[in-house]
């Protein structure tokens, strides 16, 4: 008699992970210090809370890995919110280990507040985990992420309006070189949880999750459901499926943008406001973004509306001044160019 469903979807999610991982490896050239090779398997580390998703995914990891060569590892991160956040750590250091993965770290971060308290303690997380990764060695870290994050992160990009890629959501692959696998993005946050019950995996619910000061929680919690109930059961499917449709969208715009800009600028290199109008909105905007971001504006700092502004300065041009972008970047139209540089 074969493992229970949810046991067998889980296992299939990370099998076609891990067999994605190999192929890679064995195309790799032999300079790259994570290649393939009989004395140095692939190490893969599973980023871990002890909450269903990602106990669900160590769990998978380390039943499939062995069968494929592979080592795995674990690693999570402590954030220091919660009085006794370091014990909580240890005890899912503890949990990895007896799953028999090897090796397993324990990262306490200090979130800062920049961004607001979700932002700042993601970007703490993803910081300890590239350090984690590195010091490893390890080829990829998978995250626990499913197919009801997926919909919750298109419906915050839909409310913040700013297009897109913000619609586009979580990539199945993600990160410098391709660091950061999301194998359960395509299955629903109870199979995992069903998964963890017929294992008899402990699991911890982190009490941020169902916490209504923030936003995600409010939005698994109370949108969602309102959502479904007005819409029926198929809204968490459907935007996941929006999701992988604005990806691909977004990222033949990307590519689209990155030809069209060699096309727009004049010997000296200016931006050429003529050719810019002449582009479709989508691209022209897409070319504008990069070329702020160029001038030194930080990514993260640059909304749809700072873009609308230089946009105008294309599109509505009535002798209005400079605009001021984040990271101190001006632009301005001076003789049918668009200048864009650190004032």
């Given at each position: 008699m074969g493992p229970h469903p949810a046991v067998a979807a889980i296992?299939?999610?990370?099998?076609?992970?891990?067999?994605?991982?190999?192929?890679?490896?064995?195309?790799?050239p032999a300079a790259d210090p994570h290649a393939l090779s009989e004395e140095s398997p692939p190490l893969v580390l599973v980023a871990c809370s002890g909450g269903?998703?990602?106990?669900?995914?160590?769990?998978?990891?380390a039943f499939e890995s062995p069968k494929l060569g592979i080592r795995a590892g674990g690693v999570t991160v402590d954030h220091g919110l919660q009085p006794g956040s370091d014990l909580r750590a240890a005890e899912v250091v503890q949990r990895l280990r007896e799953l028999?993965?090897?090796?397993?770290?324990?990262?306490?971060?200090t979130v800062g507040r920049a961004g607001g308290p979700e932002a700042a303690a993601r970007d703490a997380r993803y910081a300890a985990l590239d350090t984690a990764a590195e010091r490893h060695g390890a080829a990829a870290v998978l995250l626990g992420h499913t197919r009801d994050?997926?919909?919750?992160?298109?419906?915050?990009?839909?409310?913040?309006?700013?297009?897109?890629?913000?619609?586009?959501?979580m990539a199945a692959v993600s990160g410098a070189g391709g660091r950061y696998r999301?194998?359960?993005?395509?299955?629903d946050r109870q199979t995992a949880r069903k998964a963890c019950m017929v294992q008899s995996l402990p699991v911890w619910d982190d009490p941020h999750?169902?916490?209504?000061?923030?936003?995600?929680?409010?939005?698994?919690?109370?949108?969602?459901?309102?959502?479904?109930?007005?819409?029926?059961?198929?809204?968490?499917?459907?935007?996941?499926?929006?999701?992988?449709?604005?990806?691909?969208?977004?990222?033949?715009?990307?590519?689209?943008?990155?030809?069209?800009?060699?096309?727009?600028?004049?010997?000296a290199g200016l931006l050429e406001c003529a050719r810019l109008y002449a582009l479709p909105p989508a691209v022209r905007r897409r070319v504008l973004r990069r070329a702020v971001i160029a001038a030194g504006a930080p990514?993260?700092?640059?909304?749809?509306?700072?873009?609308?502004?230089?946009?105008?300065?294309?599109?509505?041009?009535?002798?209005?001044?400079?605009?001021?972008?984040?990271?101190?970047?001006?632009?301005?139209?001076?003789g049918g160019r668009l200048v864009i540089r650190q004032g």
């Open positions: 296992r299939l999610a990370v099998r076609r992970v891990l067999h994605d991982l190999l192929t890679e490896h064995h195309r790799a269903a998703d990602s106990m669900a995914l160590a769990s998978a990891l028999g993965l090897d090796p397993v770290d324990s990262v306490a971060v994050d997926q919909a919750e992160t298109v419906l915050l990009g839909l409310a913040r309006g700013s297009g897109i890629r913000s619609l586009s959501g999301r194998p359960f993005l395509e299955l999750n169902a916490d209504p000061a923030y936003t995600r929680s409010r939005l698994r919690h109370e949108g969602l459901p309102a959502l479904e109930k007005a819409l029926g059961k198929g809204v968490v499917e459907a935007l996941a499926r929006t999701a992988r449709l604005s990806r691909d969208d977004a990222d033949a715009l990307d590519t689209w943008a990155a030809e069209a800009e060699a096309t727009v600028r004049d010997a990514a993260g700092s640059l909304f749809a509306r700072h873009i609308e502004e230089v946009d105008r300065l294309i599109t509505g041009w009535r002798g209005q001044g400079a605009i001021n972008l984040p990271g101190k970047v001006v632009a301005r139209r001076q």
